[in-house]
């Protein structure tokens, strides 16, 4: 293991750089991770995990297998550490992997698929994707405006999701009509006069669609969708959290 002693060290600024910029971590194909059930999550599922910075001092069997499957292990003090995490309050280990390889045609034979309309907030992103893998949801689709995925934050909040989870990034057009396509039926959730209960509807085979935290479906989604739903409330509440929302969907879905 390398004792990284300078700030200007490569491998620190690579890992940095993973967790700033959405630009580099495309260019690269890398994502930053951190933590102990990340690491341990990251290798469960085989992902390749490629630069391993443990805080100095952290001994853990862990490290054992992240070298034995390839990582190159670094270690530095707290101050040169810290660099390396988007945290206040780093864990003891940061580290970048290849970030997983999803594509259009990891939709086939999906029943049950989540569609994202310019969804934003980090948070949301990743509580959504954490939740869609607990219930054994078959996809999420990422389509336009939506935050990067593969950013820190989003992958905290996943707990491990990221590396399970079919995470798509398609054109709402291009998921649409493949799903369609598929025999799934295509639902927006929207306020409207028309909107039908989400249990109301046949869910066994659907595609439903969550809006931006903001101004929600867009009317380009709601025009490609075949009907609009609502989540029944009783209370005063005209909406919802999209996380929230995204999680009542996944249930009443997958139950």
Wanted: charged content about 20%; proline content about 4%.
């Amino acid at each position: 293991m390398t004792v990284i002693q300078s700030r200007q060290n490569a491998a620190l600024r690579h890992l940095a750089r993973l967790g700033r910029e959405k630009k580099y971590r495309r260019s690269t194909g890398e994502m930053l991770c951190e933590g102990e059930k990340m690491l341990r999550e990251a290798l469960a599922s085989g992902t390749r995990v490629k630069t391993l910075l443990a805080r100095e001092g952290w001994q853990d069997a862990l490290l054992d297998h992240a070298a034995e499957q390839g990582a190159v292990l670094y270690c530095a003090a707290d101050a040169l550490f810290g660099l390396a995490s988007d945290v206040e309050t780093p864990q003891n280990v940061v580290f970048s992997c290849r970030q997983p390889q999803w594509e259009a045609r990891d939709l086939q034979g999906k029943r049950q698929v989540l569609l994202l309309d310019g969804l934003q907030d980090p948070g949301n992103l990743g509580t959504i994707l954490r939740t869609a893998e607990a219930f054994a949801l078959g996809a999420v689709v990422l389509c336009e405006g939506c935050a990067d995925p593969f950013s820190p934050k989003v992958v905290r909040s996943t707990m491990g999701a990221v590396f399970r989870l079919p995470c798509v990034q398609l054109p709402l057009a291009d998921a649409v009509e493949q799903l369609r396509e598929a025999g799934l039926a295509v639902y927006a959730t929207a306020l409207h006069a028309d909107s039908m209960p989400l249990d109301t509807v046949p869910l066994e085979r659907a595609a439903v669609i969550i809006g931006s935290e903001g101004r929600g479906v867009s009317q380009s989604a709601l025009n490609l969708s075949d009907k609009r739903v609502i989540i029944p409330m009783a209370g005063r509440a005209e909406s919802l959290n999209a996380g929230v929302a995204a999680a009542i969907v996944i249930y009443e879905m997958t139950k």
